[in-house]
């Protein structure tokens, strides 16, 4: 079956940077988009990478662009999120997604949540003052 494991993801201070890893198994990349999300307590699931095709130049959240690189591997079947100059608002648990698509998405499309329906378990992100 698909499935999607994060990891990389523990405690950091401010200022400091984190690579996150997005291992898939029973698919690969091709013909699918993948995403980033984070998800902090009480606040709804939030679209921080995400690209039609590992082929395409990525979107970044406002949040984080400058900050935040997303890549991949296609040797390794795993896309990565490298998180630089962390702030304690970065604090989260992280998910990757994945989903099945035929054609290229629009920016807004491409990083909402209810696009996706594969899903990791999430990886913990937190990040002092």
């Known amino acids: 079956e698909v499935q999607l494991v994060e990891s990389g993801g523990g405690l950091v201070q401010a200022g400091g940077s984190l690579r996150l890893s997005c291992a898939a198994s029973g698919f690969t990349f091709d013909g699918y988009a993948i995403g980033w999300f984070r998800q902090a307590p009480g606040k709804e699931r939030e679209g921080v990478s995400c690209?039609?095709?590992?082929?395409?130049?990525?979107y970044y959240a406002d949040s984080v662009r400058g900050r935040f690189f997303f890549s991949s591997d296609k040797t390794k079947n795993t896309v990565y999120l490298q998180m630089n100059s962390l702030k304690p608002e970065d604090t989260a648990v992280y998910y990757c997604?994945?989903?099945?698509?035929?054609?290229?998405?629009?920016?807004?499309?491409?990083?909402?949540?209810?696009?996706?329906?594969?899903w990791g378990e999430g990886t913990q992100v937190t990040v002092s003052s």
């Open positions: 690209t039609s095709s590992v082929d395409v130049k990525p």
């Open positions: 997604a994945a989903a099945q698509l035929r054609t290229l998405l629009d920016v807004h499309t491409v990083c909402s949540a209810p696009t996706y329906e594969y």
